[in-house]
C-alpha cells in the first residue's frame, strides 16, 4: 500500500514538447467544446500529452477522469444527450470504468477510476499505453507512460505551461489583517480588543467612542442581497503559489481531491439577510441578530431558525440518483461589525445545512413529480400548464386546485411560457406555480432567478420532509456549517495530519481508514467500530482519544478534486462607503469545513468530510 502510494505522489504530467501545451485542445472540432480527461493529482491532460507514473511491484495505476464539455473561450458545447461516453485503449486495465454520462449540453466530468500500466521485460522497461475518448467530434488522446523502480519519472523535466490565472489578489494591509502587529493596539478595524467605552479605528488605535458618523441618522440595518455572479473570486494553489483551480464567483465547492459530483454548485441570486446595527461609533457600525418579527419574514432574518437564501439545489450530472437539495437554517444569532465608510464587513453566522435526497425529483415517475428536463433535485417554482394527474377521468383535465382532480389526483403540470407549451385548450398560468413537493400546483413566488435547469427555486416550494419529521429517512443529513462571512479574504491551508498530507478540514476517523468518522449515527449498520461517539472536528491525532478513532484526517486529502492542493482562498469586496443609503455592489466570501452525512453514497460522491468555500457576489445597502 505504500509503495502504490508512493507511486501516486510521483505522477507528473510531462509535456512532450512546446507545441502541444500550447495547443493542447487542437485536435477538437473546430468551436466544440473540449472533450478531456484529467488525472486527479496532476489536473488536466493535454491533448496528446503523456501522464507519467513510476512503477510499484512492476504496475502504475493512474487515476483518470473523463470529462465532456469542457468550456473554453469560444467554444459551442454540443448536445449529447444522456450517452454514456466511455474511454478506449487496447492495454489499459481497469479503462472501461473510464466513462462519464453525459447531460445535454452541461460541462460534466465522471468518477475518478483506476487504470492500470505495466512495464515491460519483468520490471526493467518501460510501458506505455494510449488511451483516447471521443464525444460528438470532439476527441481527445493521452499516453500513460510506466517507468520502472530502477528509473523513476524524471522530476527535472522541463515542461511548457500556460499559467492558470484566477483572480488577482493584494497583501491585507497590517491593519485589517486581524493579528495586533507592531504599533497597532487593536485589530480589525471596528472588532474586539478595546476596554470600555472604546472602539478600535482605521488605524487600529482604541480610542473613545464617537457620535456616529454613518449618515444624517443612524442606520438601524444592513441588508445583504445575493446577486448573480461572473468570473472568478478564488483560487485552489499547490505548494510553489501556483493556481491549480479558480474559483467561480457564486460557485459552492466542496469536498476533497476525489470529489465525483461535477462542481460548483450556483450559490441563488435575490437571498436577502438583515443584521441589527446594534451600536455605531463614528464609521464603525456593531452587527447583531434580527428576528422574524423584526423583519416581517423567516427567509431574510439572522436568528436562530432562520432561512439563510433559497433552497439550494446540488445536481450530479455524473449520477442524478445522488444530486441533492439543501435547506440552509441560521444555526447561531448573527454578530459581526461593518464600517460605514469603507464598506468592510465581517459576519458569523454558523448555519444548519439540512440535505435532501431525491435524485432528480421532477423526473415524472409520480403525479407530483412532473417531468421536467434536466436535473431538479429541488422543487421549481414556475408557470405551468395546470392539468389533472389522476387514475380517474380527471386525467388531462384543466385545473386550479387539487381538488378539481378528484381523490388521489394532482393539480399540477409541466412548465411553459406560453399558451403554445401547453395541450390543446389549455392555458400557460399567469402565474409561477410549485412544480414538485407537498406544495405541488400551489402558488408560489420565486426565491432566485432562472440559473440553469434546477432554478428557480423557493420556500414556497419546499422538499418532501421539510419541515423536518414529516418524512421518515429525509432529511438524510443534518450538517453544523462554521460560515464566517468576510469581505476580505477567507483561506485555509492544507496541513500534514495522520497519513495524509494534506488536510483542511480534520475529523477524528478509524485509523483503518475504511471511511468511519466519529458520530455516525448507524455505526453498527455501516460497519463501524461502536461506540461511535459524537461528530469530532479535529486540528491532529492529540485531539482524537477515543481509540477506535483515533486518526484526525478527511475522507481524501486535498480539495475540489485537486489532490495537491495546499491553500484554498476566497477574495471578498468591500461596498465602498454606504452612508448615502444607497445599495452598492459588494462580495462576502468563506471557506469552511464541511462535515460527513454519514450518507455512504453521498460521502463517497462529495467525498466528505472536506473544505468548503463560497463566494456571494450581491449588493449592501444600510437602512434607516
Known sequence: MLARRA??????????????????????????????LQEQTSGPVADQGTV?????????????????????AGCTPKDLKKRTIHASSLCAGGIGK??????????????FAGVKVKTKKHGTKAGSCKISAKAGKSKT????????????????????????????????PTCGNGVVDGGEQCDPPCGAGCAAGQFCNSSCQCVATAACACGASTPTKLDFTTDVGTGECGAVTDGSGDNLLCLECAG?????????????????????????????????????????????????????????G???PIPNNAAAPLSTCVINIVAADAQGFAQCDTGASSVNLPLTSLTYLFGDLLNGTTPDRPDVAGIQPCPVCLNACKVCSSTGASNGMPCTTNADCGTGGFCGGSACTSDADCPAGISCSSAPQCLGGPNDGLACTPGSGSLGDPYPTSHDCPPPGFPVGTLPGQPIGTLPIPFALTTSISSKPGVVSGTQQRVFCGYCRDAANTGCFEGDPTAAMDGCPEPAGALHPCTSDADCTTPSYASCEQRDQGAFRQGSAATVFEVGAPAGSMIDGAAHSSRLVSVFCVPPTFNPAIDAAADLPGPGAVSLPGHAQLLP
Open 98 to 111: 473510464v466513462k462519464v454520462k453525459a447531460n445535454g449540453t452541461s460541462s460534466v466530468c465522471g468518477s
Open 252 to 308: 459552492l465547492y466542496f469536498g476533497g481531491g476525489a470529489v465525483a459530483v461535477p462542481l460548483p454548485a450556483t450559490v441563488p441570486n435575490m437571498g436577502s439577510s438583515l443584521t441589527k446595527v446594534s451600536g455605531c461609533s463614528d464609521t464603525c457600525l456593531t452587527l447583531a441578530n434580527l428576528t422574524s418579527t423584526d423583519t416581517g419574514s423567516n427567509r431574510n432574518c439572522t436568528s436562530v431558525d432562520c432561512l439563510f
Open 141 to 172: 488522446k493521452i499516453t500513460l507512460l510506466c517507468q520502472p523502480e530502477s528509473a523513476p519519472c524524471s522530476t527535472t523535466t522541463t515542461t511548457t505551461t500556460i499559467p492558470l490565472v484566477c483572480v488577482t489578489t493584494t497583501s491585507l
Open 310 to 312: 433559497p433552497p439550494l
Open 7 to 36: 507511486g501516486v505522489r510521483r505522477l507528473l504530467v510531462l509535456v512532450l514538447a512546446a507545441t502541444v501545451a500550447l495547443v493542447s485542445r487542437t485536435s477538437h472540432a473546430q468551436g466544440q467544446c473540449a472533450t478531456e
Open 52 to 72: 507519467c507514473g513510476t512503477a510499484a511491484r512492476n504496475k502504475c495505476t493512474f487515476q483518470l477522469e473523463l470529462c465532456v464539455n469542457q468550456p473554453e
